[in-house]
């Protein structure tokens, strides 16, 4: 049977370029590739020719003598360029493999090779074996060529040459010349004989036997980067690209510079990283599962294959990828970057995080590049299509309130501010700042989270900024999502607020994927965060970040204990960083380091609309978001000037608050009520509390009927202010029935008839009615009969728990806790106190300051007060109601002091602040007496204080204590 034969590798005679050199004797032919068909490759091996055996795993990695510098010689001399080749051999016995003769233009007639071959070209094989880079093999007197054995020159090189040339001599007048073969190795062996003469390559006395070095075996890649940088005068290495995986990964191989022998590297091998870029990965069909080509990836291979293999190029090696396996560098070639190249053919993607390891200088051409790629759609960005934003592209505006340290929110400019859908939420593009915190769920700020905010708070909060939106996100809100839109935001002078974050070490550039849109200016970006990395500013300080703490004044207890130096400091600069509604802020104060509820005096704000997911949904009053929206657009995030006037009990920081400089500076209290979007307590103007400027300023709106008063007016106008009715001191003869504490009691009239009368009423109501209970109406403040030691007195029921009721005798003062069945009846109609009012008369010490009974010092002052007072004729100076208690001073008549001085004498009471002094003195018609108490307690304090008696033993006390009871 006659076996068919087989189609031929390669035409007798043509012309391919030289894709890479396999060793001294053997290339990789590439031809010319038809369209949607990659080009076709021959190896090919000269014929006759054999050249030393290159290192690999089955010889150890080392090379046979010369066969390195075999292969670097034929690589140089013809890689990359067309060739005319002669096939002398091939098929069924030779696979693909081809041998034969390959020709290349002559230096000295660089002429474009002929697939004939002539005079004029060099024939390679020959010219291997003239350098002493291979032998030719060894034949008989046959003239058949068909059959030879093997030379080599690691083995018996010499020896096969000489028989070879003993054989062409003994045959030298039976040489053909019209027969190319017979004169091809006669080339061959005179060759050979010059090369032995010469002493070069295999037969020079030492020739190099090089042993490769593999990376992670014989030296791991970070100290590859590190000699390549310690030992290298020009901070480069040389290297042949031996072998290539895709578009921007390579094997490479280190030849030089001839500093890098001493370092031991020399002949290493590694993988390369083309930093910048990222090209389409190629499949691995022996992984499990197979993985297949990426699409684009063989047209990537390709393309840097034809243009780098097997080229000794010097590269700047950066440093190493993340699990320190390949090293991550730029190859320097004589016509440019390869990396812009394959991203100008769409065959590349930018790689952000090896970019970051490149000069900043040079990644903006790898952008341009890839921008062009996209607009064009080459390569990978076949499909690509720009980003579609919803809106206008650029939003100017004014910038309402920064979010957080990275995101903030924008009232456009021509937008009227009446609902906060109509704020624009942005965040900065491709900055990522550090996370605020969660107080709800536990969760803590990150580091420098708060100076991010602030900074950026100070750079855009109540400025006209510009935005310029680039990309938007879904980011996830819980159940919901969130079309978030990022873009560069700039301000004044400054063209990216997110660029001045950065270098000041305050945020971070975004990590994205090569397929994410990003900032334009995300080079900038990579720069200043380089900077501020070396400079170890802030997120990148190694220092440990000192957690910040602030003194929170919020709770009713610490407001009231801090709020005195809050009102003796005067005006105070603080930053608002909450609104509840238009009149009561949150408020930060640096002098103070702490934070406090503030709300303007004297003002009421309609109550707003609650925030979303609010647990109580309350309908907004007319005017209340409007005033709110005001207050947020005027005052939030700013930093303002704040008046503290007073406390409430509730413990929010009562006064007044300016915003602005200069000529502007200007009461955030009258802007309120000139608009109409709040009113004066009706009280405060009642008792004339309500400062004059304000009160005017209420009325021209109403006049105008602006905001508020353009409604209409259900109630009642708002009282005119008018002078409230002032009360004259008075001096009683009174005695105690109850004490309750060291500064509060309640005492009869002496000489009063009312106390008779109730006494002797109530008498012959137990008479008339037993001691037995009766069904009543128990609710709280109703006043009742309650039995108490046999007898029944006239009660108001303060609190009811079941079947028990809290009661005050309201004409003694004293409080019982008894059965409603039993010891509760309902009283004539002649008996309440409607009739007959209450024959104690509650009191406290007028500005005197103790502590609660609980309390040591707090029990000392009752029982001080017990021991002067009780039991005896008193005379007491009232002055006014305080809180619905008389504020009174008490005199025993038997010393020169009041009772008020000699409490504060012992150390057991304090004077009370300037501002309820203040207020009792607006109450009475003469102010004076008041003036002159306070002066006498201030000095007893002052001594008490020098002498360290009661409350003072231990030296100064502490706010929070004045205003215990």
Known sequence: MSSQALRPVLPQRGVARVKNVLSGDTVVLLGKAAPGHPAPEVVFTFERVTAPRMASK?????????????????????????????????????????????????PNNPSPPHPNGDGSQLNLAVETVRNGHAIPKVFGKSASMGSSSSGNAADGGENGAGGAADATNASDDNIDPEDPVQVYERQLQDAHQEAKAARVGVHSP????????????????????????????TGKVQCVIEYIFDGSRFRCQVTGPPELESAGVMFGSFTLILAG?????????RATPPTTDEAFAVDAREFVSTRLLHRELDMTVYGTDKAGVCAVGTVHHPRGNIAVELLKAGLARVSDWSARMMPPSDVPAFRIAENNAKRANFGVWHSYEAPQISGASQISGLCVEALTGDTINILPDGVSYDDETKLKKVSLASVRAPRA??????KADDPYAYECRERLRVLTVGKQVTVNIHYEREIPMGSNSDNRQFGTIAVGKRPDVGEVLIAEGLAVTQRHRDDEEKSPRYDELIAAESIAKANSKGVHSTNEYKKRTVNDLTSPQKAKAYSGSLIRGGPVKAVVEYCFNGTRFKLFIPSENCSIVFALSCLRAPQASPVPGAKVQTKAEPFGDECKRHSRMTVLQRNVEIDCTGVTMGGVITGDMF???????????????????????????EYGEAPKD??????????????????????????????AAKVQEQILTVQLSEIRSGNHFFFHIVGEETSQMIEESMKLFTSNNGTAGAPCDAKKGKVVASLFDGSWYRAKIIEKKGNKATVLYVDHG????????????????????????AAAKEAVLALTEVRSTDDDDGLDAAR??????????????????????LAVTLLDPSSSSSINEQLISAGLARKSKQFKVDAIARKMVDGSGIASLAAGLASAQDAARRSRVGMWRYGDVGEDDEEEK
Request: glycine share 8%; with cysteine.
């Open 277 to 285: 870029v990222a090209s389409p990965r190629m499949g691995n069909p």
């Open 814 to 837: 004293n409080i019982d806790t008894v059965s409603i069945a039993s010891h509760l009846r309902p009283l004539d109609d002649g008996l309440g106190t409607d009739k007959i009012p």
């Open 694 to 723: 304000v009160v005017e300023a209420q009325e021209i709106a109403r006049a105008s009927k602006v905001g508020l008063w353009s409604l209409e007016q259900e109630e009642a106008p708002a009282a005119v202010p008018h002078t």
């Open 206 to 233: 030492h020739p190099l036997v090089r042993t490769i070095k593999n990376a992670g075996d014989d030296f791991t890649t970070q100290e590859l980067v590190e000699k390549i940088k310690k030992f290298s005068s």
């Open 864 to 885: 001080m007060l017990q021991s002067i007072a009780w039991g005896k004729p008193l005379n007491v100076r009232t002055f006014c109601d305080v809180e619905g208690k």
């Open 437 to 442: 915190g969660n107080e709800r769920y536990g």
């Open 659 to 685: 915003v602005g400089q200069g000529g502007q500076r200007r009461s955030m209290s009258i802007e309120l009520i000139s608009k109409g979007l709040a009113s004066l307590d009706r009280r405060k103007v």
């Open 58 to 106: 089955a010889n150890s990695n080392r090379d046979d003598p010369d066969a390195f510098p075999a292969r670097e010689w034929l690589r140089k001399t013809c890689v990359g360029k067309n060739v005319s080749f002669e096939t002398r051999k091939q098929g069924a016995s030779a696979g693909d493999r081809v041998y034969g003769i390959l020709h290349l233009p002559h």
